[in-house]
């Protein structure tokens, strides 16, 4: 069974501070994607990384695949009150006959506090 | 482009009564669409998968008498939910997968009472 570890679940930080979010896992991806979410709406799709070692940067907030294709971490600097809420990771499974769903991280409730 | 709408956003029904779920990708075809279940402050659960034309591949654990899943277009899939009971009130959510990603709906509040 293909797990997504992400850490932190939680993290209340102040406006103007640095974090990073990362997911884990033993197993290899495809790709992983990266969510962000606010209460009582869908996910939002941020990034999608596919290629071991690469680097994506959107605005304030850096995403980064591992080398193995098995980890990726999340970036964001100078968070503001705006970057609130639930980030998500998400794999895509090489096995092409499961219907490519993606397998979930436990996601990051994040607050930036003003 | 990849826009998916859900109706209704949110439904209150009481216990017994059934309520169905629309989603739509509004701009592009979707062969494959996926229903979750989310809980405050907690990751998705996927529910199931659901195919254009053939019957949903449901997760395990997931009653399909119970959550019943039609995907008879590429741009439409609905869930209907069977007998409801007030622990199957939740945020269901719904996406559709282009290429490699799954676009979310903005979900539906079901509350049972």
């Known amino acids: 069974t293909q797990l997504l570890e992400q850490s932190p679940q939680f993290l209340s930080i102040q406006e103007g501070e640095n974090l990073t979010v990362y997911c884990n896992s033993s197993s290899v991806f495809s790709s992983l994607q990266w969510y962000r979410q606010e209460p009582g709406e869908g996910p939002v799709l941020l990034v999608t990384?596919?290629?071991g070692g690469e680097v994506k940067k959107l605005k304030r907030l850096t995403f980064q695949f591992g080398d193995a294709r098995k980890d990726s971490s999340l970036h964001i600097t100078a968070a503001q009150p705006g970057d609130t809420g639930l980030y998500l990771c998400a794999g895509g499974s090489e096995n092409a006959g499961n219907n490519r769903k993606l397998i979930w991280g436990l996601g990051t409730s994040l607050a930036v506090n003003p | 482009g990849a826009v998916v709408s859900q109706h209704p956003s949110w439904v209150i029904c009481k216990s017994g009564t059934s309520v169905k779920i629309e989603c739509r990708s509004l701009d592009f075809q979707a062969t494959t669409m996926f229903w979750y279940r989310q809980f405050p402050k907690q990751s998705l659960m996927l529910m199931a998968t659901?195919?254009?034309?053939?019957?949903?591949?449901?997760e395990q654990g997931v009653e399909k008498d119970k959550f019943l899943i039609n995907h008879a277009s590429l741009t439409l899939s609905t869930l209907t939910v069977t007998s409801a009971h007030p622990e199957d009130s939740s945020f269901y959510i719904c996406?559709?997968?282009?290429?490699?990603?799954?676009?979310f709906g903005p979900g539906t509040r079901l509350t049972v009472t």
């Open positions: 659901s195919n254009e034309g053939s019957k949903a591949t449901y």
């Open positions: 990384v596919v290629t």
């Open positions: 996406s559709a997968r282009r290429g490699g990603e799954q676009y």
